[in-house]
């Protein structure tokens, strides 16, 4: 079974500055996909950014940015110049290639702060 | 307009009753889900439907029971409800296609309560 871990309960970042997420995964399928998800206080669950395992290219979305590396079974979100905006729960979430309409296997979250 | 909508978003209810939650797309999207978020944040899938057919059963007690009428609807029905299915449930739907990197849209949850 996949399990996705993401070892950093909390985060915190100043304003303007530059905050990394860590997120590994154990798999032993080769062909899935890998999505961060943002849960805000309002509870609504956004995605981030997402992220094809047969692209050696990192995905960039704006100010957020991945860090894949496919050996390592690591996925880690960059967050550049943070934003107040930003503040929330973020969830890294692993799916099953093959099928286009696979479950996401969540990881426990981390909750990044924002300092002004 | 919305894209995922569940209702209720809260639901307060007695241990013992029966209770629905009701989730509608309007994005055309042929597959639907429900996972459930536990008091730590922990998201977990219970079901999904694709084209009204169940696909995905995640070993989710028989007191839940999934119904998809349409394509566009996924309702939770929850007989005799426990303390322990306390929880937010979110709803998610996405389009089966041969990119597999659809993403899930997810409504805004409902936040269920058992007293």
């Known amino acids: 079974a996949q399990t996705v871990t993401q070892s950093q309960p909390e985060m915190s970042v100043q304003e303007a500055e530059t905050v990394t997420l860590s997120c590994t995964y154990d798999?032993?399928?080769?062909?899935?996909?890998l999505f961060w998800y943002k849960q805000p206080p309002s509870r609504q669950m956004i995605l981030v950014i997402r992220?094809?395992?047969?692209?050696?290219q990192n995905a960039t979305e704006n100010r957020f940015s991945v860090n894949f590396q496919k050996a390592a079974k690591s996925f880690s979100l960059k967050i550049s110049d943070s934003q107040l905006g930003d503040a929330a729960m973020y969830f890294c979430a692993y799916r099953r290639g093959g099928t286009s309409y696979g479950k996401l296997t969540f990881g426990q979250g981390t909750i990044l702060t924002v300092h002004p | 307009d919305t894209a995922v909508s569940q209702t209720p978003k809260y639901l307060v209810t007695q241990m013992g009753n029966d209770k629905s939650i009701k989730c509608e797309q309007n994005l055309g999207h042929d597959t639907m889900y429900w996972y459930k978020q536990d008091s730590k944040k922990f998201l977990k899938i219970m079901f999904s439907?694709?084209?009204?057919?169940?696909?995905i059963n995640e070993t989710v007690p028989n007191r839940f029971s999934p119904k998809s009428p349409d394509k566009a609807h996924l309702n939770l029905h929850i007989n005799s409800l426990e303390l322990g299915d306390s929880a937010v449930y979110f709803c998610?739907?996405?389009?089966?296609?041969?990119?597999?990197?659809?993403?899930?849209?997810f409504g805004d949850g409902t936040r269920l309560s058992i007293l």
């Open positions: 992220q094809e395992a047969y692209k050696q």
């Open positions: 798999t032993s399928e080769s062909d899935y996909y």
């Open positions: 998610a739907s996405s389009q089966a296609g041969s990119v597999g990197n659809q993403p899930q849209h």
């Open positions: 439907y694709n084209n009204k057919e169940l696909i």
